[in-house]
């Protein structure tokens, strides 16, 4: 498949989310656990108009000890609480894929995505990030949108 891929130079974004170690197999319910407690919080602090988008964030491959944080993107600077912690996804150069399809069509993207990267001289950061822009229970999995961005140094 010929992809075509995105790089840009991104301002910091705020973050709302949750970060855990999980197997990989657990990681549908914790993701959905994570996104009802962020909602649930911004509408308890009347912010739900600063929801941007679904993300999660990998910060390893270890399908029995997943690092993954999950939240939301939102468009200000919002106090954290509890579990839920403030923070934001790090300025700087990025290389993106919007992929539509199944969840299980994403590792061919990565695949690609990771040689390109090493064709084109950059160095990835280790962090890989997906946004999720629908969901399965709103759309057939044929058009699931999920953004790949894989940060660069």
Do not use: C
Not at 8 to 29: E, Y
Not at 108 to 127: D, F, K, M, R
């Amino acid at each position: 498949m010929d992809y075509q891929f995105a790089v840009s130079d991104q301002p910091a974004q705020p973050v709302l989310s949750k970060r855990t170690v999980i197997p990989v197999s657990a990681l549908p319910q914790e993701l959905g656990k994570a996104y009802r407690g962020i909602i649930t919080y911004l509408g308890e602090i009347g912010e739900m108009a600063a929801v941007d988008s679904a993300f999660a964030a990998y910060y390893n491959m270890d399908m029995e000890h997943l690092d993954v944080e999950m939240g939301f993107a939102v468009t200000k600077s919002l106090p954290g609480k509890g579990e839920i912690k403030a923070g934001e996804i790090a300025a700087g150069k990025q290389v993106s894929y919007l992929y539509k399809g199944p969840f299980e069509g994403l590792k061919p993207v990565y695949n690609a995505l990771l040689q390109w990267i090493g064709e084109n001289g950059h160095t990835p950061t280790g962090i890989a990030y997906e946004f999720y822009y629908n969901s399965p229970n709103e759309v057939p999995e044929s058009d699931l949108l999920t953004k790949i961005i894989l940060p660069l140094e």
